[in-house]
């Protein structure tokens, strides 16, 4: 069905912009949050973060259990959970932003930042996911399914990449977010 984790990579991963050779990071883009309010990611520099595309019906969704316990266990010491629900997989995110976050709310009582509907994959990605599935980039490739976990370090720079089916309180995604939290 879906593949296991990707390779944990040691070095980090750059985007560059090929006519301005400036290196970019992830923490360059403004997002609408759950609520439609525009968020600047920039607003997570020095946080370690892990972006997840989520969606509510589907055998994965579980995931928010783990999610919100790792979010809870490592927000202390920087780590930012960050939930981009999408539709493209199974059509397993039908509800509009305000049926998302009352499921989320009142099933998985989420508190990281969620926001608001985005195409991961396909016509219509969101730039945030062409970046962070760029084939040149270490941790590029399509999304496969619901709950794909990218793990950003302090700098906005993809460091790791899991597969749908990896928990997000597997060890070796503990590993890789302790490591990045231990990076100062």
């Known amino acids: 069905m879906l593949g296991g984790v990707c390779a944990l990579g040691v070095a980090a991963t750059q985007v560059v912009n090929a006519e301005e050779k400036k290196v970019t990071s992830v923490l360059t883009h ?15 520099q020095g946080k370690v973060l892990m ?11 579980p995931q928010y259990t783990a999610l919100q316990s790792t979010y809870e ?9 960050m939930g981009f629900p999408a539709n493209e997989f ?3 995110e039908p509800g509009s932003e305000a049926e998302i976050k009352e499921f ?5 009582k989420v508190t990281f930042p969620m926001f608001s509907k985005i195409v991961v994959k396909g016509e219509g990605q969101h730039p945030l996911y062409k970046q ?3 084939k040149e980039s270490k941790f590029g490739g399509d999304i496969q399914w619901n709950f794909a976990k990218f793990l950003v370090n302090r700098k906005g720079e993809v460091v790791a990449r899991f597969a749908p089916n990896v928990a997000p309180d597997s060890p070796e995604v503990i590993a890789a977010i302790e490591k990045e939290l231990a990076a100062k």
């Open 132 to 134: 962070l599935t760029d």
């Open 51 to 61: 972006m997840v595309n989520v969606a509510s019906k589907c055998g994965l969704t």
């Open 73 to 81: 266990k490592y927000k202390g010491q920087g780590l930012v959970v």
């Open 90 to 92: 199974g059509k397993q």
């Open 104 to 108: 989320c709310n009142a099933k998985y």
């Open 30 to 44: 403004t997002m609408n949050d759950i609520d439609g309010k525009p968020v600047p990611l920039s607003k997570y």
